[in-house]
């Protein structure tokens, strides 16, 4: 795929879908060159995006007395597991993509670290939790619900340490939807909050309160027919004081 930089307007624009699919496909290619016999529909895209010029090529390119800086992608790579030992297994690699000259200019793994969680993550996250038969069994027994699949909502977030736990870890907190589809679940919480294992696919465990609190049911539905009537317009203009050194 051919990938100018002669179709940028300017450094800072923000990489194109085909200068994404060019980068990915560079970097598919150097994988497999480095790893012949590791599977490739396993590497993962945790991150693809820009990677800015230094400020001295961007203030000469403004000035008029430089060129156009050369079109780089920054991407966060998740390997396949197999790749590398016991002792790197949350290693990353982090990888610099010339799109102009279409070379990769560094791949440094980078050990001990676990990039941030994706919406992928967290949707695989939820239907690992739905489904697990403990969850579904403590969800019944402490508060009476049955359909975990329409009535629970799951807010998941990422976990960095969570006691000898090990793994990319994520843990939901639940919510009780209550009647309208768009009534506000945050006002509905569930004292239960689930942690989930991506590597494994399974729950490994689930913080809950000895005793199971009430879930409140009355509903906070914003969208029910509530007057917005005589809301006084809101003037934003504020002046800084002088006194900050701002301007």
């Not at 800086?69 to 010339?98: C, D, H, M, T, W």
């Not at 029910?224 to 504020?238: A, D, W």
Request: proline fraction near 8%.
């Amino acid at each position: 795929m051919a990938i100018s930089s002669s179709s940028t307007s300017h450094p800072l624009d923000p990489l194109s879908g085909d200068e994404m699919l060019a980068a990915s496909e560079l970097i598919r290619a150097a994988f497999k060159g480095k790893h012949p016999g590791a599977p490739l529909e396993a590497l993962i895209f945790n991150v693809v995006t820009l990677d800015e010029p230094s400020k001295s090529e961007l203030l000469a390119f403004d000035a008029g007395k430089g060129p156009l800086p050369a079109r780089k992608s920054f991407s966060i790579l998740q390997p396949p597991l197999s790749v590398y030992g016991e002792n790197e297994r949350y290693a990353i690699v982090e990888v610099i993509v010339n799109l102009d000259s279409k070379e990769v200019e560094q791949w440094n793994l980078v050990p001990g670290v676990q990039p941030l969680i994706t919406p992928e993550d967290c949707f695989e996250a939820e239907k690992i939790c739905k489904a697990d038969a403990k969850v579904c069994a403590m969800l019944a027994e402490r508060y009476g619900i049955t359909n975990v699949e329409v009535d629970v909502a799951c807010d998941p977030w990422s976990v960095h340490e969570h006691g000898d736990l090990q793994g990319r870890l994520v843990q939901l907190f639940l919510y009780k939807r209550v009647g309208s589809p768009n009534d506000n679940q945050y006002s509905h919480p569930i004292d239960m909050v689930p942690v989930v294992c991506l590597e494994k696919g399974v729950v490994v465990h689930v913080d809950a309160s000895e005793t199971p609190q009430k879930i409140n049911e009355v509903t906070n539905n914003y969208h029910q027919g509530k007057s917005m009537e005589g809301l006084k317009p809101v003037n934003h203009t504020y002046i800084l004081p002088s006194s900050l050194g701002l301007y």
